[in-house]
């Protein structure tokens, strides 16, 4: 079958390369000169199967009110103007407060783990079948606490990841400078640590720009410079996906500014965050809210002294990964909108942020001085796809022949090896192999009442509609332990 893939990040390109394996023709559509130059540009680097809670827990309501206050605040939700824009974020604030509640929490926690796992087993095999390369460490993720109240609380969610077969284990101090020493100079601040040794770091960006360099040789052809303008439907059924030349493109052939129907059977929306409001313009209202965050890549300077295991810095809120001569700190959410400045008081407060705690926490280590003091910071500000429970929306929409993988918010370099496996297997008509509630088609807008779950998976899917409280990926399933804290690389 001839399929179109709308976006050529992370998400996109995985996608791209699963239906190649299963022998479709794809064309992916991007508005950007090449693949990850957004979201997935310059993230935690983390492969986060095992530390995936969502961001939506009993707590976040009154951490995240008290956080309003402070600039660097991990989680700052910054209110838009609610008769305009800001209607969207409303409505994904309140959904996500339906989450926030200890059932809801661990329900959603079952399917993030049910999806990492599918997606690290996808990941490896890609890795295996290419040889792609990309500052990989396998050395798993260690997170470390500056307070022993936050230290007695990783405890009871370690307990609670295990139940759901994750390797989450509580170590002392003595044993967390064992696994990493870097740290050993912040010795004083820390208490104690969790580690998950089968999770893994890599550089997002040049994954996917090889992973799309051999979906090209493997027959994929790549419209970069071509942003979507419109979905076209004819009845219930995608017809056509208007796309917009920016430029002459690499061989001049394009004129920029003309504007192409382009067709194909089915057609995969993997956008991010741009994804609702491209949805949107059929009718579909999918809860996929950006998730503004930072990042900052130094140079290493003394690379005896730099870690080479993943880390999560629970106090900040952070993750820190090694990229070969560079070391990346990566984290903080703003729910406010599509904002991309880096200039704001706001987004300087938070990059400056991201250098004083590499300072502090690995002195000398790095060259950490800002553009003003002489240094090459690489600031950077992405959006996250973010779904009020932290699950992506995979499957078919409700117009016959779209399909939607997006919604990745925190965790999509972790899971874009698997939705990309899974949607591909989801078109072609076959199962994939997880414990996952894929999204079936969604209710026209306006309608909440009912939403509708696939349950044959060829293309033009047979579907079962059932009665819903909130949103397509809420399986009902009782539990109540305790909630763990926002995590936001
Ligand atoms: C600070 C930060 C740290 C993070 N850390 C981690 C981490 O450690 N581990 C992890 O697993 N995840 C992490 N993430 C999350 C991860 O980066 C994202 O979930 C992931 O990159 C989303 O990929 P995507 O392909 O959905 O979106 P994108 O990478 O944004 O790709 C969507 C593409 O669609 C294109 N597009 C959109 N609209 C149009 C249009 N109209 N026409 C044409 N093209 C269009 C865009 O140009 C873009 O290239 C982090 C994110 C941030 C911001």
Same mark, same amino acid.
Not at 31 to 48: K, M
Not at 408 to 411: K, N, S
């Given at each position: 079958m001839k399929i179109i893939v709308l976006g050529a990040g992370t998400i996109g390109v995985c996608t791209a390369w699963h239906l190649l394996e299963l022998g479709h023709e794809v064309t992916v559509v991007e508005?950007?000169? !090449?693949?990850?130059?957004?979201?997935?540009?310059?993230? !935690?680097?983390?492969?986060?199967v095992s530390y995936c809670e969502p961001w939506a827990n009993k707590d976040a309501p009154l951490k995240a009110l008290k956080w309003m206050l402070s600039k660097e605040a991990p989680l700052l939700f910054r209110p838009q103007n609610p008769f305009g824009p800001g209607l969207h974020q409303y409505s994904w604030g309140l959904q996500f407060l339906a989450n926030c509640n200890d059932a809801a929490f661990e329900r959603n926690v079952q399917q993030l783990v049910a999806l990492g796992a599918y997606s690290h087993a996808a990941l490896k095999e890609v890795v295996a079948s290419t040889g792609i390369e990309y500052n990989r460490l396998e050395r798993g993720i260690a997170h470390y606490y500056c307070d022993q109240k936050s230290f007695d609380t990783a405890g009871e969610a370690a307990a609670l990841m295990r139940k759901y077969g994750v390797n989450r284990q509580v170590i002392s101090k003595e044993e967390f400078f064992k696994i990493e020493p870097a740290y050993q100079q912040f010795a004083h601040q820390i208490v104690g640590g969790t580690i998950t040794p089968s999770d893994e770091s890599g550089d997002c960006l040049v994954f996917t720009q090889e992973l799309a360099q051999r979906c090209v040789a493997r027959g994929a052809e790549f419209l970069y410079e071509h942003s979507v303008e419109r979905l076209e439907t004819a009845g219930d059924a995608i017809h056509s996906v208007a796309v917009r030349a920016l430029s002459a493109g690499a061989k001049g052939r394009n004129v920029p500014g003309s504007i192409r129907l382009i067709k194909a059977d089915h057609v995969v929306v993997a956008a991010g965050s741009y994804t609702a409001p491209l949805m949107r313009t059929v009718g579909v209202n999918l809860p996929i809210y950006p998730g503004k965050g930072y990042s900052a890549t130094f140079k290493i300077l003394k690379p005896e002294l730099a870690p080479f295991v993943s880390t999560i810095d629970d106090a900040k809120k952070v993750a820190i990964s090694r990229l070969g001569d560079q070391l990346r700190v990566a984290g903080t959410i703003e729910v406010g909108g599509f904002d991309l400045t880096l200039d704001s008081s706001v987004a300087q407060a938070r990059c400056h942020m991201l250098s004083r705690r590499i300072e502090e926490v690995l002195p000398g280590v790095c060259d950490t001085r800002t553009e003003a003091q002489g240094g090459q910071p690489n600031y950077w500000t992405g959006l996250r796809p973010a779904t009020p429970t932290n699950i992506p929306y995979i499957g078919q929409s409700p117009v016959r022949g779209l399909w939607v993988n997006a919604g990745? !918010?925190?965790?999509g370099w972790t899971h874009g090896a698997g939705s990309g496996k899974a949607i591909a297997e989801l078109i072609h008509g076959k199962k994939p192999e997880m414990n996952f509630k894929f999204y079936g088609a969604q209710p026209r807008a306006g309608d909440t009442s009912v939403s509708v779950h696939l349950r044959?998976?060829?293309?033009n899917a047979i579907v079962v509609v059932t009665p819903r409280a909130?949103?397509?990926n809420t399986p009902e399933t009782p539990a109540s332990p305790d909630s763990a804290a926002v995590t936001c690389a």
């Open positions: 508005r950007q000169a !090449g693949a990850a130059l957004e979201t997935s540009f310059a993230n !935690g680097a983390q492969i986060s990745h !918010g925190t965790l044959s998976t060829r293309a909130h949103g397509p």
